[in-house]
């Protein structure tokens, strides 16, 4: 059986390389990118099952990316993975069709919001602290 594939959006390089490194364990990581137009391009080009992006993306922000993304590829998975802890991010992020939202704290979320985004039929999470 086949690793679920999974593309990374983050503007910081740095973060991008640490969650690389993170999810490779379990999963393959089929692409980078550093802002939202990318994100949408290679979305298309690599349909991913699992999308993992932040809100704060240069050139197109994560939200509008996200829009393009689902309108292309309905059945890949959104999980945003910010510090922005306001519910009207998480509100809009729902609306999208984002699977889960995760706030960035040391909490362990990460893995098991990925594991239940994937494991689960089109429904959409709440977000997870």
Do not use: C, N
């Amino acid at each position: 059986m086949s690793q679920p594939r999974i593309l990374l959006a983050d503007a910081h390089p740095l973060i991008l390389d640490g969650l690389r490194r993170l999810l490779e364990l379990e999963y393959e990581v089929v692409g980078t990118v550093t802002d939202g137009r990318a994100l949408v391009k290679e979305a298309r080009r690599l349909q991913p099952d699992l999308i993992l992006l932040d809100f704060s993306l240069p050139e197109m922000t994560g939200l509008e990316a996200a829009r393009e993304v689902k309108k292309a590829l309905p059945a890949s998975r959104l999980i945003f993975w910010t510090t922005y802890d306001d519910p009207a991010y998480a509100t809009e992020a729902a609306r999208i069709g984002a699977s889960v939202y995760v706030l960035t704290r040391p909490t362990g979320g990460l893995l098991s919001s990925i594991r239940k985004a994937l494991s689960q039929p089109d429904g959409v999470r709440r977000p997870h602290p």
